[in-house]
Nanobody
Framework: VQLQACGGGLVQPGGSLRLSCLAS????????MGWYRQAPEKQRELVAY???????NYKDSLKGRFTISRDNSKNTVYLQMNNLQPEDTAVYYC?????????WGQGTLVTVSS
C-alpha cells in the first residue's frame, strides 16, 4: 500500500486545514487508517485513526477540533483540523495498518504561525 499525503501549509492561529491521504488500493480492505504527527524534537504521536468498521479514535487533547473521515469511493482519508494552534505545528503522516503490516506516507508539514 502506498500512501500519498497532501494539504499541509502555513496557517494562522485559529485557522483550518484539511489533510488528504490517497491510498494506492481500496481503503475498504484496510483495517485501520489514520494520522500521526511529529513536532520538532518530539516523538511521533497518534492524532487519529479510523477503522473500516466505522469507528474512530482521537488523541484526547484534539477531540472536538480534529475530525478524521474516509471516502471509500476516492480511496482517501481526510483529517479536518479546526482552530489550529501553534502547538499543532508538525509534520503529519498518513498511516495504515492491515494484516499486521504498517504503511507510512511521506508526511506533510503543517505550520501554525502568525
Amino acid at each position: 500500500v502506498q500512501l500519498q499525503a497532501c494539504g499541509g501549509g502555513l496557517v494562522q492561529p485559529g485557522g483550518s486545514l484539511r489533510l488528504s491521504c490517497l491510498a494506492s488500493t481500496s481503503i475498504q480492505s484496510i483495517s485501520t487508517m489514520g494520522w500521526y504527527r511529529q513536532a520538532p524534537e518530539k516523538q511521533r504521536e497518534l492524532v487519529a485513526y479510523s477503522t473500516n468498521g466505522g469507528s474512530t479514535n482521537y488523541k484526547d487533547s484534539l477531540k472536538g477540533r480534529f475530525t478524521i473521515s474516509r471516502d471509500n469511493s476516492k480511496n482517501t482519508v481526510y483529517l479536518q483540523m479546526n482552530n489550529l494552534q501553534p502547538e499543532d505545528t508538525a509534520v503529519y503522516y498518513c498511516h495504515a495498518r492491515n494484516w499486521g503490516r504498517e504503511y507510512w506516507g511521506q508526511g506533510t508539514l503543517v505550520t501554525v504561525s502568525s
